[in-house]
Nanobody
């Protein structure tokens, strides 16, 4: 069974940067599209970035121009570079393989996520 493991979160001041990582223990992302999601307190989980195997990306409007999703297939790892962070970016961040029919839904079991807190 594939277990998603996210890391790299922490406390950062507004305007700061963080780089999140995600690996798939017990499996491989392979040629699947990968995505980063986030869930803020009281909100539903939302897809913020998506990357196909071929390199096409999609971003939520709220993070466009600030976040960059990338992958290292040899290391079976997906990254999310987050720059110019805002307090509203505070959330638990998760990675997953988005469903083709409903990208807001991940096709793998959710990992524990990594908490990002943006605060001065």
């Amino acid at each position: 069974q594939v277990q998603l493991v996210e890391s790299g979160g922490g406390l950062v001041q507004p305007g700061g940067s963080l780089r999140l990582s995600c690996t798939a223990a017990g499996g491989r992302f392979g040629i699947n599209t990968v995505g980063w999601y986030r869930q803020a307190p009281g909100n539903q989980r939302e897809l913020v970035a998506r990357l196909t195997y071929g390199g096409s990306t999609n971003y939520a409007d709220s993070v466009k121009g600030r976040f960059t999703i990338s992958r290292n297939n040899a290391k079976n790892t997906v990254y999310l570079q987050m720059n110019s962070l805002k307090p509203e970016d505070t959330a638990v961040y998760y990675c997953n393989v988005p469903s083709n029919s409903d990208p807001d839904r991940g096709t793998l079991g959710w990992g524990q996520g990594t908490l990002v807190t943006v605060s001065s």
